[in-house]
């Protein structure tokens, strides 16, 4: 009798691990198949596909910095809403939509300043700032400077001697919003094309 329960422990006991390895193996060979997969839709996701590329392309801005925006701004949370009343994907405030319809950079007609909850009409707004500063700005660093602090503060830092527009930022926050959209940025170009097909 006890001999028929050791016989059992054994066999489990080898039985056990043996099916350990067979399914970390199994795992693993997964994980090989498709890594890229994995880390785009867990770390560099791209949502509202049609909506990016169609207004990125009527505004004539790159389709991957408004997905790192939207990654950096709202997580891609459509229903965002930060504490001074920014709204939606790219973190759009009322006021700025405004400027953007009086400015004729958004017909307003077909994406109303009122419906910045939704995700179409908030990517068009945001890629129709991204016109407007890139309308009056040098580079993609004082694009993405400015969309968090403002064209004025950009054009005030860009006009000092300094070596980079790094070093003439005041604002930390800015320093640190440059930082991690320009980081966001290159992932999104290590894993989609510029029409954000996967590579």
């Known amino acids: 009798m006890a001999s028929n329960r050791e016989d059992c422990f054994f066999r489990w006991f080898r039985v056990l691990p043996l099916s350990l390895v067979a399914m970390c193996a199994l795992l693993a060979a997964l994980l090989s198949m498709a890594p890229s997969f994995l880390m785009r839709s867990l770390f560099v996701p791209v949502k509202h596909e049609q ?9 004539n801005v790159d389709p991957l910095l408004a997905c790192s925006i939207i990654s950096c701004e709202s997580g891609w949370r459509e229903d965002a809403e930060s504490g001074v009343g920014a709204q939606g994907l790219m973190q759009m405030m009322d006021q700025t939509a405004d400027m953007l319809v009086a400015f004729n950079y958004v017909d307003g007609s077909s994406y109303s300043p009122q419906n910045l909850m939704d995700p179409e009409t908030n990517i068009e707004f945001g ?22 602090a403002g064209l004025g503060a950009v054009q005030d830092w860009s006009e000092g001697s300094v070596s980079s527009l790094s070093d003439a930022i005041t604002y930390p926050e800015t320093r640190m919003y440059l930082i991690r959209v320009n980081e966001t940025y290159d992932a999104y170009q290590s894993f989609y094309d510029s029409d954000l097909q996967p590579k």
């Not at 909506?51 to 505004?59: E, G, M, N, V, W």
């Open 51 to 59: 909506a990016i590329l169609d207004s990125s392309t009527r505004h």
């Open 127 to 148: 890629c129709a700032f991204l016109q407007y500063l890139q309308d009056n700005l040098e580079n993609r660093d004082e694009i993405i400077a400015a969309y968090n």
